[in-house]
């Protein structure tokens, strides 16, 4: 005996589908049945800051960016990565988890995953009495 009942997963196949739609910024169909997301609308960066013994690392997904095309800047408490492709711009500003020494920042970028790498400052100066 056949059963022609819809099947019962359609329901929520479909109702997931239309909440990731909502998630990507997807605008909805366009001319053709086409459907297109908007720039930048993919949500926020994935940014995270480590902590080490003697450093703090910053670790940034930036997808499909030219090296040449991200600038990353600090004062010792936050770092802000910017960057941009033509589909994407990403400004992202994270405070780090201990106050770091900006002049020591080194970074690298391969496959799409930004890493910067900072000196802890010192938290206490020696100073010199003459």
Request: proline share 5%.
């Amino acid at each position: 005996m056949r059963d022609d009942r819809e099947d019962p997963f359609d329901d929520i196949f479909r109702e997931i589908e239309r909440m990731m739609n909502d998630m990507v910024g997807t605008a909805g169909p366009q001319e053709g049945g086409i459907q297109q997301s908007g720039v930048g609308t993919a949500g926020p960066t994935h940014i995270d800051a480590y902590e080490d013994d003697d450093t703090i690392r910053v670790v940034a997904d930036l997808p499909g960016v030219a090296r040449e095309d991200i600038s990353v800047q600090s004062d010792g408490e936050y770092v802000t990565v910017r960057a941009e492709n033509e589909t994407r711009q990403y400004d992202e500003r994270i405070a780090l988890p201990a106050p770091v020494d900006p002049e020591s920042g080194s970074g690298t970028y391969n496959n799409g995953v930004l890493e910067v790498t900072f000196d802890r400052a010192r938290e206490t100066t020696d100073i010199d009495i003459e």
